[in-house]
C-alpha cells in the first residue's frame, strides 16, 4: 500500500499561518505537545521567510515569536519538574511541613 504524500511545504506567510493552525494541539494537550508545535511553527515560519521575501520580516518576527514560547514553555516544563522533586512519595504535599518547623523554631 503506498504512504499518503506529504502536503507541500507552505511558501507563502499565508500558507504557513494555515500549516500552523493545522498543526496546533488541543488546548488540553500536555506541554511537551505544545513544545513540540511550537518548534515546527519555528521552523516553518523561518523557511517560509526566505522563501517569502515580500513579508521576510513578518515570517521573521513570527519565528522569533515561536522561538520564545519555546523557551518559556521549556522554563515551565522545568519548573514543575522542580517542584514536583518537593511532593512527598505518598504524593503528600505537607511533607514540606518540617522546612517550616525549622524557619520559625520548630514551632
Not at 57 to 83: D, N
Request: glycine share 4%; hydrophobic share 40%; aromatic share 6%.
Amino acid at each position: 500500500m503506498a504512504q499518503p504524500a506529504e502536503p507541500d511545504p507552505p511558501r507563502t506567510l499565508a500558507e504557513a499561518h494555515e500549516a500552523v493552525a493545522a498543526i496546533r494541539p488541543a488546548r488540553s494537550a500536555p506541554l511537551v505537545e505544545w513544545l513540540a508545535f511550537h518548534q515546527r511553527s519555528a521552523a516553518v515560519y523561518s523557511e517560509v521567510a526566505e522563501i517569502d521575501r515580500g513579508h521576510h520580516h513578518e515570517a521573521l518576527f513570527m519565528a522569533e515569536r515561536e522561538r520564545h514560547r519555546v523557551t518559556e514553555i521549556k522554563t515551565e516544563i522545568a519548573s514543575s519538574t522542580t517542584s514536583e522533586k518537593w511532593v512527598g512519595e505518598d504524593g503528600d504535599e505537607d511533607d514540606e511541613s518540617w522546612a517550616a518547623a525549622d524557619v520559625d523554631g520548630g514551632a
